[in-house]
């Protein structure tokens, strides 16, 4: 029984591998590639512009629950709206570029098309609803603060810059109104700063979000191989479907920390179980959403009342993404059935190993900065 756990625990871990290594290094090109300052920019402002763009914007980033607070909390104070910063803080953890490449792996295409969808439908049906909540004063030490940040990170001279209030960075489009150059300014050569962007990507890619998913990860890797190991098929099948399953989801998934990524194996491995796709999507809108921690943060940042709205809304359309999907599958005649052990078939067996060692090489600290001590 223990090698047939292995092997199964082996098998999951081939069929997420290549995706799992592709979604990375699609979100060190979008971590390098894209600028903090243009984060703002497309999360400023208010009602449901502000929301779409918050939600469409957040959704592809390689962001958990907890990494997602204080990039939330930072956009905040830099001038975000309390209803843009609800939808960035719902739709970044729910699903990513590297989460839906292993959902197409272990779940098919139809869950790994409706899963960012129902992100995205949650995200900005959730931030509607704050704008009926009052706006909480951001303390003026926070705004200074941030707005400090904000010169900092986009000009490294260490001359003394004055921005007038309207500039929001030293590169703004009124460059009369700032009396230090701009980094933008400085020649560069244009090889060795491409150079730098893509050590940037692997160094992101293969180390820092790695380290930050890894343990989460091998633990839905190996939760699954459990559940195909030790549960039968039938045994969730009774209470799998319908609203029941969906809200015993909806409690096991609100206070539990899971990364996107890490959720997908697991709740690839209660498809096999036998729970229905509809409760499946639940646990995978809320886990990576919410987490015991985060709500005292959101508390003091956002206020309570926004707190309670952003769990209200969570739940009720997270419920109702997970009904829809379970009447779009009766009337489509759609299927979604995990392919836990099977999924790396599609691909050559030399690409799916080969993935394999790579990201074991990766994860292994002391390996990975004794023969790569650039990817730390």
Same mark, same amino acid.
């Given at each position: 029984?223990?090698?047939?756990?292995?092997?199964?625990?082996?098998?999951?871990?081939?069929?997420?591998?290549?995706?799992?290594?592709?979604?990375?290094?699609?979100?060190?090109?979008?971590?390098?590639?894209?600028?903090?300052?243009?984060?703002?920019?497309?999360?400023?402002?208010?009602?449901?512009?502000?929301?779409?763009?918050?939600?469409? #914007?957040?959704?592809?980033?390689?962001?958990?629950? $907890?990494?997602?607070?204080?990039?939330?909390?930072?956009?905040?104070?830099?001038?975000?709206? *309390?209803?843009?910063?609800?939808? #960035?803080?719902?739709?970044?953890?729910?699903?990513?570029?590297?989460?839906?490449?292993?959902?197409? =792996?272990?779940?098919?295409?139809?869950?790994?098309?409706?899963?960012?969808?129902?992100?995205?439908? /949650?995200? %900005?049906?959730?931030?509607?609803?704050?704008?009926?909540?009052?706006?909480?004063?951001?303390?003026?030490?926070?705004?200074?603060?941030?707005?400090?940040?904000?010169?900092?990170?986009? $000009?490294?001279?260490?001359?003394?810059?004055? %921005?007038?209030?309207?500039?929001?960075?030293?590169?703004?489009?009124?460059?009369?109104?700032?009396?230090?150059? $701009?980094? !933008?300014?400085?020649?560069?050569?244009?090889?060795?700063?491409?150079? /730098?962007?893509?050590? *940037?990507?692997? !160094?992101?890619?293969?180390?820092?979000?790695?380290?930050?998913? +890894? *343990?989460?990860?091998?633990?839905?890797?190996?939760?699954?191989?459990?559940?195909?190991?030790?549960?039968?098929?039938?045994?969730?099948?009774?209470?799998?479907?319908?609203?029941?399953?969906?809200?015993?989801?909806?409690?096991?998934?609100?206070?539990?920390?899971? $990364?996107? %990524?890490?959720?997908?194996?697991?709740?690839?491995?209660?498809? @096999? =179980?036998?729970? +229905?796709?509809?409760? @499946?999507? %639940?646990?995978?809108?809320?886990?990576?959403?919410?987490?015991?921690? !985060?709500?005292?943060?959101?508390?003091?940042?956002?206020?309570?009342?926004?707190?309670?709205?952003?769990? #209200?809304?969570?739940?009720?359309?997270?419920?109702?993404?997970?009904?829809?999907?379970?009447?779009?599958?009766?009337?489509?005649?759609?299927?979604?059935?995990?392919?836990?052990?099977?999924?790396?078939?599609?691909?050559?067996?030399?690409?799916?190993?080969?993935?394999?060692?790579?990201?074991?090489?990766?994860?292994?600290?002391?390996?990975?900065?004794? @023969?790569?001590?650039?990817?730390?």
């Amino acid at each position: 029984m223990v090698a047939v756990l292995l092997n199964n625990i082996w098998l999951v871990f081939l069929d997420t591998a290549f995706w799992l290594l592709l979604g990375l290094l699609a979100a060190g090109f979008i971590k390098s590639f894209i600028a903090e300052d243009t984060m703002r920019r497309w999360v400023g402002g208010r009602g449901l512009g502000a929301i779409l763009r918050a939600a469409l #914007f957040g959704a592809p980033l390689p962001l958990c629950s $907890c990494g997602v607070l204080p990039a939330a909390i930072g956009l905040h104070r830099a001038g975000a709206s *309390k209803e843009a910063t609800v939808s #960035f803080l719902i739709s970044t953890p729910e699903t990513s570029v590297d989460s839906v490449a292993v959902t197409y =792996a272990l779940m098919g295409p139809v869950m790994a098309i409706f899963r960012p969808v129902a992100a995205l439908v /949650n995200a %900005v049906g959730t931030g509607l609803l704050t704008t009926l909540v009052a706006d909480q004063p951001v303390p003026l030490k926070a705004t200074e603060d941030t707005g400090a940040a904000v010169v900092e990170s986009c $000009c490294s001279s260490k001359e003394e810059v004055k %921005v007038e209030p309207v500039a929001s960075s030293c590169c703004a489009s009124k460059p009369e109104k700032v009396e230090a150059p $701009c980094c !933008s300014d400085k020649n560069e050569d244009p090889g060795e700063n491409k150079e /730098n962007k893509l050590l *940037k990507v692997l !160094s992101y890619a293969g180390a820092e979000l790695l380290d930050d998913i +890894s *343990k989460w990860m091998a633990f839905g890797i190996v939760l699954a191989g459990i559940m195909l190991t030790f549960i039968p098929p039938d045994w969730l099948a009774q209470w799998g479907g319908g609203l029941t399953a969906m809200l015993v989801m909806l409690v096991v998934g609100i206070p539990m920390y899971i $990364c996107a %990524v890490a959720s997908t194996p697991v709740a690839a491995g209660l498809l @096999v =179980a036998g729970v +229905s796709p509809g409760a @499946v999507l %639940v646990f995978l809108l809320v886990g990576p959403a919410t987490n015991i921690a !985060s709500f005292a943060l959101l508390k003091q940042e956002l206020g309570l009342k926004v707190t309670l709205v952003y769990l #209200f809304g969570l739940s009720v359309f997270s419920l109702m993404m997970g009904l829809l999907l379970e009447w779009l599958l009766q009337v489509q005649q759609w299927q979604i059935e995990a392919s836990l052990g099977e999924a790396h078939a599609m691909l050559p067996d030399m690409l799916s190993w080969a993935s394999a060692f790579i990201l074991i090489f990766l994860a292994i600290k002391p390996l990975r900065r004794a @023969v790569i001590p650039q990817l730390g």
